[in-house]
């Protein structure tokens, strides 16, 4: 192999989204009104990465998310720990084609049970039903944090009533149960499904989602 060879084989995924480290960002926003992160702004200012990133592993709700590059042709993986487990699979180009006017890096989405649901005429309420977990995440941020750089994480929920479910499950069930060779396809599929099909019903169009959570996520520079 060539030296040209070795450039051509790099992948052109690799360093665009690392491992990150995330702080659960609802506790500034849950009470309606957005308030600033004084403390995690002076905890961004220490220049000793390590102590920075130990201080997000000790807070409350802490998410690690690890990203596995192709795992299959044109599909990547990411892990989730910590207050939220499991993985998502996404399609790989969004890493190097950005939509224009979007900021979003990664976006994927999968189905959970789930206990609790929320609209907004009734609130939050126990229910013993199923939500699509949307995971969005966003392009580097550089101004938020400064000097630090991070990346902006939410979790969307869509609870989703019988025939949303009935619609959305088994366009879901084709990723789960799919040979590798038809990951892609049905992951598009799945996207198709819930952008032009899902997320067009008047209700959706109304409340497109139900809940959500989201973290600021930091490198292991």
Same mark, same amino acid.
């Given at each position: 192999?060539?030296?040209?060879?070795?450039?051509?084989?790099?992948?052109?995924?690799?360093?665009?989204?690392?491992?990150?480290?995330?702080?659960?960002?609802? %506790?500034?926003?849950?009470?309606? *009104? @957005?308030?600033?992160?004084?403390?995690?702004?002076?905890?961004? &200012? !220490? /220049? $000793?990465?390590?102590?920075?990133?130990?201080?997000?592993?000790?807070?409350?709700?802490?998410?690690?998310?690890?990203?596995?590059?192709?795992?299959?042709?044109?599909?990547?993986?990411?892990?989730?720990?910590?207050?939220?487990?499991?993985?998502?699979?996404?399609?790989?180009?969004?890493?190097?084609?950005?939509?224009?006017?979007?900021?979003?890096?990664? %976006?994927?989405?999968?189905?959970? *049970? @789930?206990?609790?649901?929320?609209?907004?005429?009734?609130?939050? &309420? !126990? /229910? $013993?039903?199923?939500?699509?977990?949307?995971?969005?995440?966003?392009?580097?941020?550089?101004?938020?944090?400064?000097?630090?750089?991070?990346?902006?994480?939410?979790?969307?929920?869509?609870?989703?009533?019988?025939?949303?479910?009935?619609?959305?499950?088994?366009?879901?069930?084709?990723?789960?149960?799919?040979?590798?060779?038809?990951?892609?396809?049905?992951?598009?599929?799945?996207?198709?499904?819930?952008?032009?099909?899902?997320?067009?019903?008047?209700?959706? &169009?109304?409340?497109?989602?139900?809940?959500?959570?989201?973290?600021?996520?930091?490198?292991?520079?």
């Amino acid at each position: 192999m060539g030296l040209f060879d070795i450039f051509k084989s790099k992948n052109p995924y690799e360093g665009i989204l690392d491992t990150l480290h995330c702080i659960n960002a609802n %506790q500034w926003t849950d009470s309606g *009104k @957005s308030k600033s992160p004084k403390e995690l702004i002076e905890k961004s &200012k !220490l /220049s $000793d990465n390590e102590k920075f990133l130990d201080y997000i592993k000790k807070s409350s709700r802490y998410l690690k998310i690890v990203n596995e590059l192709e795992i299959n042709e044109g599909v990547s993986k990411i892990l989730c720990s910590g207050s939220t487990k499991g993985h998502f699979v996404y399609p790989s180009y969004y890493l190097v084609n950005k939509i224009k006017g979007e900021t979003i890096l990664v %976006q994927s989405m999968r189905i959970i *049970k @789930s206990n609790i649901s929320y609209n907004p005429d009734d609130g939050y &309420k !126990l /229910s $013993d039903g199923h939500s699509l977990e949307i995971l969005n995440i966003y392009q580097e941020d550089k101004k938020t944090l400064k000097p630090r750089k991070c990346h902006r994480v939410s979790f969307q929920y869509v609870d989703l009533d019988k025939s949303e479910y009935k619609f959305i499950k088994p366009l879901y069930s084709k990723i789960t149960n799919t040979k590798k060779d038809d990951l892609y396809k049905h992951i598009m599929e799945l996207y198709k499904g819930y952008h032009f099909g899902l997320g067009e019903t008047e209700k959706r &169009k109304a409340y497109p989602i139900n809940r959500y959570n989201t973290f600021y996520g930091f490198k292991e520079e």
